[in-house]
C-alpha cells in the first residue's frame, strides 16, 4: 500500500512538473491580454540587488523602443519608469505627430507607428491618433518580448547613482531596488541619471556666440498681437503701480546672451465638442481670475482666444489635440524654468501648477464676462475626452518637458548641423523637423507686453544625428547612452525633440549597448561605419541619400498589380501596369523631379524624388491663387485651402495629409497630382514649399 501511494504520489508530481513546463512553454509564444500590471516582470515587492545586460531609465517612447530592441537583440533588459505610465509624450497626449519628413522615419519607429495604423484598419504608418490607441499599441509591443518593466520606480536623487572609475556599476531607487547593468540608457526626459553619472550638460540657452547661432541666447522680445494693446501693469496706463504676475521688467540681459531660461511646457490635452463624450470642465482649486488677467485683456483687445486653443488639431474620434498657437494659448510662460535642475517634490508642484493653468484658462474663458458672448458660448462647448486617460481623471498622463537638460559631449547637434551646413560623418538616425522654439518669457517693452524667445527656422532637408551626440565624454562615463536629453545646442534642440526623432535614437542606443557588451568595450568605442550599417540592415535610415521618396508597385508575371503602396492606391489592384500607365506617371510626375525605374525581374515600379520647390501666391481671399505662375481656380480645390493672418496652412484633404487635388484641367499642364505641404507656417504673401509627397489619381485602361 505504501509503494502504490509513493508510486502515485511520484506519477503526479512527473505530472504537475510536465503541466508546469506546458505552461510556460503556452504562455511564452501566446502572451495574455495586455495588462500593464502584469508587465512588471519582477514583483515590486522585491528589494535587493537585481542584474541586467542593459537598464533603461526613462519609460518614455525612446525607453521602450530601447527596451525591446535590446529584447530582440537578445540582452536582458529592465525598463524603470518612475511615473505609473508609459511611452511618455506618444501615449500621453502628443497625438498629431511632429514628424517633419516622414520617409526619414524607419526601424522599430516606422513599426510602431505601423502599427497605430493597422489599428485604425490602415495598412501604412498614422501618424495622428488617440492617445488611447497608442498607448494600446504599445503595451502590445512591450508584452511580446521579454523585458523587465517596473513602475513607479524614481531615482534616488542623493545617492543613486555608484560609479566604478568611468562606468555606473549600479543605480538606486528611492524604493530600494538596485540594478546593476553593463550599460544603462537614459532615455528620460529628464536627464536624472545622466546628471548623477556626473556628465557635463547645460540647462538653459547658450549665448549666439557660444555655437555662431543666430537665434541662440536671449532674443529682442515682439510686442504681442494685437499689437499696441496689452497693458502689462497691475494698473493699466501706470507703471508705479507694479507689472503683473509673472511678467518681467525687461528681458534680462544683452541680445545674444546666454541665460538659464527654458521654453515653457503645457500638457497636450485632449478635448472635444462631442457631447456624448465631454466631461465639463470644473472650477480648479483656488481658481483667482487675477491670475488670468493676461489672457482677459488679451480678449477685450480682440484677440482669437479660440483660435489660440488650437482646436483644429483633429485627431480620430471627434477628438482634439489642443496645443499652444500664442503667448495667450496653454503654454505656462515662465512657470517652468526651475523644472529641470529640481527635485521631485518642486517638479510636481510645478505641473500641478501648469494643469491649474489649463483648467483655469478655459474656465475663465467659459465664464468671465470680460470675454466675448460668442467666446464664452463656443468654449463652453468643449471639454475634457472622457474616453481618454480614463486611469488620470482625463487628465494627460504625460507634462510636456519641451527641454531640460542638454548633454555636452564630444559633438554637440547645432544649428549648421541641421541646416546640413555641417554634416555628421556618423549618423545613426535622422532628423528633420523645423527648428521650432516656444516663448521663453513675458516681459514689458516700451510700455506694453512683449515675448520673448520663440523662434522658428525651417530645416532644408533631412539631416544625420551624430552617435557622438548621444554618448558622454568617454572619460565622464563610459557606460552611458542619453537619447532624449542629447547633445544639442538650445537651437538645434528645437528640431531634435521631437517624439519619432527620441524613438529612433532609443533603438539605436540599444544596438551602441548590444556591440559595446559583444566588442568587452566603451559605448563610445564603436566603429561608427559598421555601427550604421547594423542600424541600417534593421530597417533606420542613417543618411539622407536613402531618405527619398519611394513609390513601389509590385506586379505579376501577366503586369497586373498584385499591390502597391499607398501614394498609389488610385491605381486598383489587377490594372494591367502597360506603357500607358507608365507614360501617364512620367508625364505626371517627372516634371516634378520623380524619376521612374521599372524592374521586370523584381517585379517593382519604384520612382525616386528629387528635391524640387513649389512657390505659392495667395490672393485677397486668403485662397491659394497661383501655383508656379499658374493660376489655381477656386473649383480646382476639393476643399478651401485657406491661409490664416499667420501664414498657417488649413487644407484637410483624405489620403495622405493637407494639400490640394488638381483638376484634369490642371493635369494638362503636366502638373497635376496631390502634394503634401513639408511645412505648415509659411509667409503670408509668397510661400515656398518641400514637396514632400505625391498621390497621382488614375482608373483602369487609363
Not at 507 to 513: D, L
Request: charged fraction near 25%.
Amino acid at each position: 500500500m505504501k509503494n502504490s501511494v509513493k508510486s502515485l504520489l511520484f506519477l503526479l508530481g512527473v505530472f504537475l512538473g510536465l503541466a508546469a513546463i506546458a505552461a510556460a512553454f503556452y504562455t511564452d509564444r501566446y502572451p495574455a491580454e495586455v495588462d500593464m500590471n502584469s508587465l512588471t516582470g519582477i514583483s515590486p515587492a522585491i528589494t535587493g540587488e537585481v542584474d541586467y545586460d542593459i537598464v533603461i531609465y526613462g519609460g518614455t517612447a525612446s525607453g521602450v523602443i530601447a527596451s525591446i530592441e535590446a529584447a530582440r537583440l537578445e540582452k536582458t533588459v529592465a525598463l524603470i519608469e518612475p511615473g505609473k505610465w508609459i511611452g511618455g509624450m506618444t501615449t500621453g497626449g502628443l497625438s498629431v505627430t511632429d514628424i517633419g519628413n516622414k520617409h526619414s522615419v524607419g526601424g522599430l519607429t516606422m513599426e510602431y507607428y505601423s502599427r497605430i495604423g493597422k489599428k485604425y484598419g490602415r495598412d501604412y504608418p498614422v501618424w495622428n491618433f488617440e492617445p488611447k490607441v497608442a498607448r494600446e499599441a504599445m503595451e502590445e509591443m512591450l508584452a511580446e518580448h521579454d523585458i523587465d518593466v517596473f513602475l513607479e520606480e524614481r531615482l534616488d536623487l542623493s545617492d543613486g547613482v555608484i560609479k566604478e572609475g568611468t562606468n555606473v556599476a549600479q543605480i538606486i531607487m528611492e524604493s530600494g531596488k538596485t540594478f546593476t547593468a553593463r550599460v544603462f540608457i537614459d532615455a528620460s526626459y529628464e536627464g536624472d541619471l545622466m546628471a548623477r553619472a556626473g556628465v557635463s550638460y547645460i540647462v538653459g540657452r547658450e549665448s549666439a556666440q557660444t555655437y555662431e547661432e543666430s537665434p541662440a541666447g536671449i532674443q529682442l522680445p515682439e510686442i504681442i498681437e494685437p499689437k499696441d494693446t496689452i497693458d502689462p501693469y497691475l494698473i493699466q496706463g501706470d507703471p508705479e503701480s507694479g507689472l503683473l504676475p509673472g511678467v518681467n521688467p525687461d528681458k534680462g540681459g544683452v541680445s545674444g546672451s546666454a541665460d538659464g531660461k527654458t521654453q515653457a511646457y503645457n500638457y497636450r490635452w485632449v478635448l472635444t465638442d462631442d457631447p456624448g463624450n465631454m466631461i465639463p470642465i470644473e472650477k480648479p482649486k483656488g481658481y483667482d481670475p487675477a491670475d488670468f488677467e493676461l489672457n482677459l485683456r488679451a480678449c477685450e483687445a480682440g484677440a482669437d482666444i479660440f483660435g489660440y486653443l488650437h482646436i483644429d488639431n483633429v485627431i480620430p474620434g471627434n477628438k482634439f489635440d489642443s496645443d499652444n498657437t500664442s503667448p495667450f494659448s496653454t503654454d505656462g510662460i515662465g512657470m517652468n524654468d526651475d523644472y529641470a535642475e529640481g527635485d521631485y517634490k518642486a517638479r510636481e508642484r510645478i505641473a500641478q501648477a501648469q494643469k491649474d493653468y489649463q483648467l483655469g484658462l478655459l474656465w475663465t474663458l467659459q465664464t468671465d464676462k470680460r470675454c466675448p458672448k460668442k467666446l464664452r458660448d463656443g468654449t463652453k462647448k468643449i471639454g475634457l475626452a472622457g474616453d481618454e486617460f480614463a486611469d488620470n481623471a482625463n487628465w494627460p498622463t504625460q507634462f510636456y518637458i519641451r527641454e531640460g537638460r542638454r548633454m555636452i559631449s564630444g559633438f554637440v547637434m547645432t544649428q549648421q548641423a541641421c541646416s546640413s551646413e555641417k554634416t555628421a560623418e556618423d549618423g545613426v538616425a535622422l532628423g528633420s523637423c523645423s527648428m521650432d522654439c516656444h516663448a521663453v518669457q513675458y516681459c514689458a517693452k516700451n510700455g506694453l507686453l512683449a515675448s520673448e524667445g520663440a523662434f522658428y527656422i525651417d530645416t532644408p532637408r533631412p539631416y544625420p544625428i551624430s552617435y557622438r551626440a548621444i554618448v558622454p565624454k568617454e572619460k565622464e562615463c563610459s557606460n552611458l547612452i542619453v537619447p532624449v536629453c542629447m547633445s544639442a545646442s538650445h537651437v538645434a534642440y528645437g528640431s531634435l525633440r521631437t517624439e519619432p526623432v527620441f524613438m529612433m535614437l532609443g533603438q539605436a542606443s540599444a544596438m551602441i549597448a548590444d556591440m559595446a557588451i559583444d566588442n568587452g568595450g566603451s559605448v563610445q568605442s564603436l566603429e561608427s561605419r559598421t555601427l550604421a550599417g547594423k542600424l541600417a540592415e534593421r530597417g533606420q535610415i542613417v543618411s539622407f541619400d536613402k531618405a527619398r521618396y519611394e513609390m513601389i508597385m509590385r506586379i505579376d508575371d501577366s503586369g497586373a498589380v498584385l499591390d502597391r503602396t499607398e501614394v498609389l492606391a488610385d491605381i486598383p489592384v489587377n490594372t494591367r501596369v502597360d506603357e500607358k500607365i507608365i507614360c501617364s506617371l512620367r508625364e505626371t510626375f517627372e516634371p516634378l523631379g520623380v524619376t521612374f525605374r521599372l524592374d521586370k525581374k523584381s517585379k517593382t515600379l519604384t520612382a525616386q524624388q528629387k528635391e524640387i520647390t513649389l512657390k505659392m501666391t495667395i490672393g485677397e481671399s486668403t485662397l491659394v491663387k497661383e501655383i508656379n505662375g499658374i493660376d489655381v481656380p477656386t473649383d480646382a480645390l476639393e476643399s478651401p485651402v485657406t491661409i490664416d493672418k499667420d501664414g498657417v496652412v488649413y487644407a484637410p484633404l483624405r489620403g495622405i495629409a493637407a494639400g490640394l487635388e488638381m483638376t484634369s484641367n490642371y493635369v494638362e499642364s503636366g502638373t497635376g497630382c496631390y502634394f503634401c505641404l513639408a511645412n505648415y507656417e509659411l509667409t503670408y504673401d509668397e510661400m515656398v514649399v518641400q514637396i514632400n509627397a505625391y498621390k497621382a489619381k488614375f482608373s483602369p485602361g487609363q
